[in-house]
């Protein structure tokens, strides 16, 4: 099937609005070693909910260090956790506004001597 130059713009339409009606999203995941980080979006009730996650691939006790920058927000989470196959670690977890707003989302996890982070803009597509 071939898809006419006219249609383009309403499918990318389409795509922008099954996208933007709402979201649940595992954001970017980094890896080091046996140690991963994800952060973790929903958007519910014109609500965003923000949760950071490590994953290891064995038993790890570590530390970690959310942040959460926007209009309105200057979030710092931090703490210790521990972490195994099979059952990943909730590192920290925030709910704000979805008043159409974007935030920089960072997360770094530190194991084992080594350290890895995620981030990710969420909330309004620019």
């Known amino acids: 099937m071939s898809i006419g130059k006219k249609h ?3 499918l990318a339409l389409g795509l922008a609005a099954t996208v933007g009606a709402g979201f649940a999203t595992a954001g970017q995941k980094a890896n080091a070693g046996p140690l991963s980080c994800e952060i973790v979006t929903r958007a519910s ?3 965003t ?4 996650v490590a994953h290891a691939d064995r038993q790890l006790t570590g530390s970690y260090q959310l942040r959460i920058t926007g209009p309105g927000a200057n ?4 703490g210790d956790f521990d972490a195994s196959p099979g059952r990943a670690a909730t590192l920290g977890s925030v709910t704000l506004g979805g008043n159409g707003s974007s935030y920089d989302v960072k997360l770094e996890v530190t194991a084992g001597g080594k350290t890895t982070s995620c981030t990710e803009r969420v909330g309004k597509w620019l």
């Open 75 to 78: 979030i710092s989470q931090g």
């Open 49 to 52: 909910s923000i949760e950071g």
């Open 8 to 10: 383009l713009p309403i």
């Open 45 to 47: 009730g014109g609500m």
